[in-house]
């Protein structure tokens, strides 16, 4: 990985995408400690350290700092990815828009990401008044008059656009997939409150502790044994050999060739995780719009409150918490086959090696192609979302260990290890695009 990153400075063109990539992640960082006008930094922060164990932990750790700062970017990229999930989701209900996606070539996905930025504006709207409303009574308002509503929910509003223009000209400019990349960043940047945290086990009370160090050193050794297992399941692949017979193209007679298919244990990647967990804080937001002090009461709002915050805190009972784990495993092998079937269709890679001449040794064309690689995919991926979910769910356990706080979860280190590779594959297939000769050395 370090000769991809050092090979990928020496090449001009993919030294500029860094670069350039480099500096809007500089402008997201920037962004996080500029605070919105009309707050009251010291109300503001009294709220949010008696706040930090609940829903606003997570979405700050998403958000890199800047939900408990109260920044333009708050919200962080959220409402662009349930946007994303509503229209993946109406791609299936909707007869026109599911053509769109799988036959309108590059003017689809233009209109598909014209509809996705209308439906991330609208949600922007709502959970900027929602947050306005919900922060309403704690004082945090200089003043609660419409001026001061307006501009609070269009500084929310303009961050979360400007989010998601900065994360299309990463994907389109720089390098790695720009969504992606913004909360890989609000991740590490965490990073050095994890480190404080592992220190303070040790030396909390200015005293060498053997307990402490005890505890450090797990921590450490499960969170190198979980990216150890992301590492594998991100890069583990299973091969479909594929034949093509010898045929006439133009004026030549084109061999015999032999390739093969490779199909990935997670072939979507990261996101079935970020949408499972959007999925399962979605709720929490929005009752935390309309009741803001739904942590201190009880009744029906208030269970399901605390079933769908159970992932991001300890203060919750224990029963919330593996309820939640079990929904939560559910929702990320359910968003893994939705994923991986919405980008990868057998019937469609069938019908394209039959076109070309080709066939899979022993397996007919047509039709027994297509079951046969549909087969292969839901072995691999049950296989490969229960990993996920099951390393997504384990580190769970860490939060009832007695003055820890991690700011790094499963659900962390599956991104970020998640990104990081997709971001260093793109590396090297620029290199290799442009036949740098000494990264094919």
Request: aromatic share 10%.
């Amino acid at each position: 990985m370090l000769k991809t990153i050092v090979n990928a400075f020496k090449t001009p063109d993919v030294r500029k995408r860094i670069l350039y990539t480099l500096l809007l992640i500089v402008v997201f960082r920037l962004g996080c400690f500029i605070t919105i006008p009309g707050v009251d930094t010291v109300a503001l922060n009294e709220a949010m350290s008696s706040s930090t164990n609940g829903m606003t932990g997570l979405i700050d750790l998403i958000s890199g700092g800047a939900f408990s700062r109260f920044s333009i970017f708050a919200m962080s990229i959220t409402p662009y990815i349930t946007a994303s999930i509503v229209i993946q989701l109406l791609g299936f209900v909707i007869p026109s828009l599911e053509r769109l996606m799988k036959e309108g070539g590059e003017e689809g996905r233009n209109k598909i990401n014209r509809y996705t930025k209308l439906l991330t504006v609208v949600l922007a709207l709502i959970e900027g008044i929602g947050l306005y409303l919900s922060y309403k009574s704690s004082g945090i308002f200089i003043g609660d008059g419409f001026l001061t509503g307006f501009l609070v929910v269009l500084s929310f509003m303009t961050g979360t656009a400007l989010l998601m223009w900065l994360g299309e000209q990463i994907t389109n400019k720089g390098i790695g997939n720009g969504i992606s990349m913004i909360i890989f960043v609000g991740i590490i940047s965490g990073l050095p409150a994890g480190v404080t945290m592992i220190w303070n086990l040790i030396m909390g009370t200015g005293v060498f502790s053997t307990t402490g160090l005890l505890t450090a050193l797990g921590i450490i050794l499960g969170a190198i044994l979980l990216i150890a297992g992301v590492v594998f399941v991100q890069q583990a692949e299973r091969r479909i050999p594929v034949q093509y017979s010898k045929r006439v193209v133009g004026r030549k007679m084109v061999g015999a060739q032999s390739t093969h298919i490779p199909l990935k244990l997670a072939m979507a990647g990261v996101m079935p995780i970020i949408f499972a967990s959007s999925f399962m804080t979605f709720p929490a937001m929005i009752i935390q719009m309309f009741i803001p002090d739904i942590a201190a009461q009880s009744g029906f709002w208030a269970v399901i409150y605390n079933f769908s915050i159970a992932t991001s805190t300890s203060a919750v009972p224990v029963g919330y918490t593996i309820a939640n784990a079990l929904v939560y495993l559910l929702l990320i092998v359910g968003f893994t086959f939705f994923y991986t079937y919405a980008t990868f269709n057998p019937a469609e890679v069938s019908n394209n090696i039959k076109k070309n001449g080709g066939f899979i040794p022993g397996i007919r064309a047509g039709k027994p192609t297509a079951e046969y690689l549909a087969a292969i995919m839901s072995k691999l991926l049950w296989f490969g979302g229960i990993f996920l979910a099951v390393i997504a769910i384990l580190p769970m356990l860490v939060r009832f260990i007695p003055n820890t706080n991690l700011a790094f979860g499963g659900t962390s280190i599956l991104i970020v290890v998640g990104v990081a590779l997709e971001m260093v594959q793109q590396l090297e297939s620029l290199l290799v695009t442009r036949h740098y000769k000494g990264f094919l050395d």
